[in-house]
């Protein structure tokens, strides 16, 4: 192996919080800021980054003498071998020190002198906590080219947020994370995947005949969701209604119950209604309250017999379910259809019937946000599965471009962040304070972060992260579709020619 440089001494060092090498390298440019270097000290291998490049050369330190000659036309490096004073100093913080059970602190300072290398795979891989055998693999470490392999425990467990403005690849980036958890093989283990999908934006996924995942893909159309009506307990259907009081509630349950008695678990709503409406022993004003509520329920036209689709047969391991929001126009209406859906699939992983399961939450801030006066019928649902997800193997992947609007609740449970751009001041406060890891360094490098890099920090990675997102295997998504090509498929179109 070739070593980049040497280290030297400065006025402030080595020292163990920072030390510069000269870099000796040959190559046009070895080391870069951000980039991982390894060395030896007294102490062990010691893992530093690379936290700025500074150029120098000794002819050029004058400015009088290199105005004075060049104003007469001469060049200086046509007087001196300037080129080969030019130098590339680097200042380096270290990281730490690798022990046999991982790494430890600095406690000692490189020595001056001692040669500088690359870091290598396998200290990488071990500083950062990858999972080399049975890791998904999202991407990889630039100017490395180590790819980077989280544990899937450790990603998803304790629940994931993608937190970065719009356009920045966070639909990009649950795509790829999406095809592995769906290339995973049976002895590897394997998860059922929901991507909530508001914009109709991985539907394409599941027709996509070049990409060999498409099969384990299904869609489900939100407008064609219906709930199975028997399958509500009050407090459940109570979910929709939050103001409802205690003495409706017990009324709803005596109703519930008696509808029950009549027609055993097959009944819809419309026949709950029925019942109410003949009922004379309720009292006038909570049957008007009930009624006017239930009423409200039953426009929806979400409520049947039966569920549809039938979501035990849907959950299968190493497949994925799209549910498609993109036809579903009230906001309403698609917070009912999550609330639904998660409360569903939540209920039948406690009880051991769907395996364990990852929920993909686009556009989390309309589902869970933390303003009291936004409509969020699915916000309790999504709080119930941050809290308490993790013991049954239930995750949730929230994507946010306002993770100043997601609900904090909801958010601090997510023990990891993935962050790609984010330029709004107020989102990156948000998201300094929703993470204890972030310094203000990195802060600062979020917004310089440019499409497709991220910022991995939390349970995942044993330190925070810069990574490149690896390339997707399907194919692009109209969403990624220029204008241009946008154009002129519409001017090709049958609704255009038509008109
Ligand atoms: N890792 C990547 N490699 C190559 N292209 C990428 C990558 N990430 C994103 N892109 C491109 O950038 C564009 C925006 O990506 P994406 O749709 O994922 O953004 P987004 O963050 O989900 O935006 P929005 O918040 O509006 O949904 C897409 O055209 C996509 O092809
Ligand atoms: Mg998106």
């Known amino acids: ?63 009088e003498a290199v105005k004075e000659l060049e104003r007469s036309g001469r060049m200086l490096s046509s007087i001196f071998p300037c080129d080969r004073w030019d130098m590339l100093i ?31 795979r396998n200290v990488l891989s071990r500083f950062f906590g990858f999972d080399e055998e049975n890791g998904l693999e999202i991407g990889f470490m630039r100017y490395h080219n180590v790819p980077v392999k989280l544990n ?13 403005m719009s356009g920045s690849g966070k639909s990009y980036l649950a795509t790829v994370l999406l095809e592995e958890v ?21 539907t394409a996924l599941s027709q996509d005949s070049s990409w060999e995942l498409a099969r384990a893909v299904s869609v489900i159309k939100g407008s064609y969701v219906q ?12 979910m929709f209604q939050p103001e409802m009081s205690p003495v409706q509630m017990r009324e709803l349950s005596r109703l519930l119950s008696e509808v029950r008695k009549a027609r055993g678990e097959t009944y819809s709503l419309s026949d709950v209604v029925s019942l109410l409406e003949e009922d004379e022993k309720m009292n006038p004003r909570t049957k008007e309250a009930l009624l006017g509520w239930l009423y409200e329920l039953e426009d929806t036209q979400l409520f049947g017999v039966e569920e549809n689709p039938y979501l035990p047969e849907e959950a299968k391991p190493g497949r994925a379910a799209i549910l498609d929001l ?38 989390a801030h309309q589902f869970c946000p933390e303003a009291k006066q936004e409509l969020a019928l699915s916000k309790s649902i999504i709080e119930t599965i941050a809290r308490e997800g993790r013991k049954f193997h239930f995750s949730l992947c929230l994507i946010s471009q306002r993770p100043v609007r997601l609900a904090t609740s909801v958010l601090s449970q997510a ?27 990195t802060l600062s490098m979020i917004a310089d ?34 204008m241009e090509d946008a154009a002129k498929r519409f001017e090709a179109s049958e609704t255009f020619r038509q008109t």
């Open 326 to 363: 993109s036809d579903v126009l009230s906001l309403r209406k698609k917070q009912m259809i999550v609330a639904y859906v998660l409360q569903r699939l939540f209920e039948l992983r406690r009880r051991g019937t769907i395996p364990p399961s990852l929920v993909i939450l686009e556009e």
């Open 182 to 202: 769906l290339s995973r093989s049976r002895d590897k283990g394997r998860i059922f995947s929901l991507v909530v999908d508001v914009h109709g934006e991985y």
């Open 449 to 482: 972060l440019p499409v497709g890099e991220a910022l991995i920090v939390g349970s995942a990675v044993n330190a925070p992260l810069f990574l490149k997102v690896r390339e997707k295997k399907a194919s692009p998504s109209t969403y990624e579709e220029t």
């Open 227 to 238: 709930f199975a009506t028997p399958l509500f307990t009050e407090r459940q259907l109570a």
């Open 90 to 120: 680097a200042t380096a913080k270290p990281l730490g020190v690798l022990r046999e059970e991982g790494f430890d602190k600095i406690n000692f300072p490189p020595s001056p002198g001692e040669k500088v290398y690359l870091a290598e």
């Open 415 to 441: 023990n990891t962040h993935i962050i790609l751009r984010v330029t709004n001041p107020n989102d990156l406060k948000a998201i300094e304070l929703s993470s204890e890891m972030i310094t203000r360094e």
């Open 1 to 63: 192996m070739q070593s980049v440089g040497t280290v030297i001494c400065t006025d402030r060092g080595p020292t163990t919080s920072e030390f510069t090498f000269v870099v000796t390298s040959s190559e046009v440019v070895p080391v870069r800021r951000g980039q991982l270097v390894q060395l030896e000290t007294e102490d062990g291998l010691l893992l530093a980054v690379v936290q700025e490049v500074m150029k120098t050369n000794r002819f050029y330190y004058h400015a």
């Open 152 to 164: 899937m425990t450790r990603l998803l467990q304790k629940h994931l947020a993608i937190l970065a």
